[in-house]
C-alpha cells in the first residue's frame, strides 16, 4: 500500500478528517521545526514557532492551492512566523538577540558547530540560508516566500556561504 500523495491528505484534511491532518503533520514536523529552529536559534521558541505554523496552516487550508506543493507552502509560514515572532521581540525588549542559540539539538546527521555558525548570521541571512539548506527551497521558491526579488536571494545566499567559509576557516586555525 503506498503513502497516500499530499494532496490527497490536504483534501482530506479539508473535509475534516483528522487523520490525514496528523498525517500531515508526522510528514512535516520534523522540517519545520528544524526550519524554526535554524532561523530562531532557540529550542522552546522553535517549538511556539512550528506549532503556530501548523495551527494557522491547518486554519487556512481552504485557501491553499492544492496545484502547488504543501511543504513549501507550510515552510514559507514556518520562516514568516519565525521572522514575526522575533521581530515583535525586537521591539518588545529594545535590544538585539542573544548572539548564542539554546544549545542545538543531536541529530546523527547534523553538526553543532555549523548550527551555532548559521544561528550567528544577521536574519535576514539566516533565513535564506536555512529556507535554502536546510529545507531544500529553491532561489525561487524562498523569493516567493519571502516576497522579495530572486536576485535578492541569490545576493544573500552568495554572503551567507563567503560569511559561513570564512567562519569556518577561522575556526580550523585556531
Known sequence: MREPSDRDLVRRARRGDRDAAAALFRRYWRDAWRAAFAVTGRRSLADDVAADAFERAFAALGRFDERRPFGPWLHRIVAN????????????????????PDPAPVHASGDRGLLTTVAELS?????????????????????????????TVNSRLARSLEQLRESVEVEHVE
Request: net charge negative.
Open 81 to 100: 512566523r519565525a521572522l514575526d515572532l522575533l521581530r515583535a521581540e525586537r521591539r518588545l525588549s529594545d535590544e538585539e538577540l542573544p548572539d548564542m
Open 123 to 151: 536574519l535576514e541571512r539566516r533565513v535564506v540560508v536555512v529556507l535554502r539548506y536546510g529545507v531544500g527551497m529553491t532561489p525561487a521558491q524562498i523569493a516567493d516566500a519571502l516576497d522579495l526579488p530572486v536576485g
